[in-house]
């Protein structure tokens, strides 16, 4: 837009015979809308029948005969046919219309002509030096990394090799148990959606997800068999680091922040089951914080911290559904890149 | 402190694309699997017992499978060192590298430490089987 503003106002010349040129075309529309006048039926048409045929007296006819239309010429009815138009192309380029009309057409259909040829001409440049193309997703590829310079150290992470030993199956179990959290994660919030923690809702939204919420039964299938899951994966990946001695020193560390993310699965797995509120798992979280009120010293203060009170109520509902759904995904999640940071740094461990 | 020692080239293999190619289709089979829980789900939902009901305290109160063994052994302990038990376990566990500190020499090691898991696993679930049955 601002190339087509410079270009009207560079020059007085241009300026003036753009604008005596806009004025004619705008005034030759104008003058050519309201005198053309004549039409096609005004041409003297070497025609018999008549402009308005009788159609009374033919229906009249047709309908005592009673016979269909491919009958009509064995009755001697003839239906009268428009008469032939003479000169078609004559609408078009408006023969027998006088000079102006005709005159007015050729140049505003001729100028728009000459101006498409030159823009065809002059774009044959353009498509001359056109850079060479480029699929889109690359092109985002390079606006993102214009700006933010992302692909070198993304190059560096992504060329990281991997050594040989590793590629048994026994070294894949850590990285399943890191899958599975992302299950837990993504049908987690699915369910959360719709749960409702409040001691008289939680059991009837629990109801609803199974049966109403459209493959709520999947979701929280998935979200129970990949709790398990992930139990299982983490005590498999546990056992396998134990065995294979990677646990020793330059990784005690690593083996510190795993035993901890173990714990707080379990913590997952011990809040989590409180939320359906039936009666297996009312009782399963009233024993369990009575045996963690058994510690001595602490005990009472962790059962008060677990129940928020002497009794499992609706307050120990809530305090388990935020401890469920965000202190301890986010705990897990800082962990987890700990643990993943100090693998990255120091490799997978050597077996003998 | 022994040294990270960094695997040759001819000992590697790419990341990208090798590696990655292989964890992708782990991830596949394990999305397959899922998917297939969630059509068993359609068919047979997780379900719920009866409401909560804090009046009513029913005959057996069972926690979920992988406190089974724990909670068996708590039936036979007093139970402040019942309550001590996990806790201790726990502490153990997770200061494992700081307990045996001496680097491995050969690998007959593996093998002992492999017998000593699947003793411990034996016994966990026995533990966890008969926490089930009773």
Redesign the interface.
Known sequence: MDKLLNFWLRGRWIRLGLTAALVCIVGLLFYVSVSADTHPRDINQESSAPDNPDWSRIRSLVSAADIPYSEYSAAAISVPQPAPDPCLHCHISGENTGLWTPLARWSIFGLAGLMFAFGVVRSTSVWRNRKPWKPYSRRTAEWIDERYEISGPLTKILNKPVPKYALRWWYCLGGITAFLFVVQGLTGIMLAFYYKPTPDAAYASIQFIESQVRFGASIRMVHHWAANGMIVLCIAHMLRVFIMGAFKPPRELNWVSGALLLTLTLAFGFTGYLLPWDQRAFWATTVGSEIAGGIPVIGSLALIFLRVGWSVTELTLSRFYALHIIALPLATVGLMLLHFLMVRKQGIAKPL | ??D????S?D??????P???R??LR??LW?IGI?VL??????LM??????????M???NH???????LAIYQI?KFIP??A???L??IL?IL??????L????????S??RK??IS?IIG?IVLTALTIWGEVT
Not at chain 2, 37 to 42: D, V
């Open positions: 402190m022994p990270i020692e960094q695997p080239a000992e590697t293999i790419p990341f990208y090798d590696h990655f292989t964890e782990v991830v394990i899922i829980i969630g059509i068993i789900g359609l939902p997780v379900g719920q017992g009866d409401p909560a009901d804090p009513n305290t029913p109160v069972k926690p979920e499978w992988y406190f708590l139970k402040t019942g309550a001590l996990p806790v726990i566990l997770t200061i494992v590298p700081f045996d500190r001496k680097p491995d020499r050969s690998p090691i593996y430490r492999l898991v696993l």
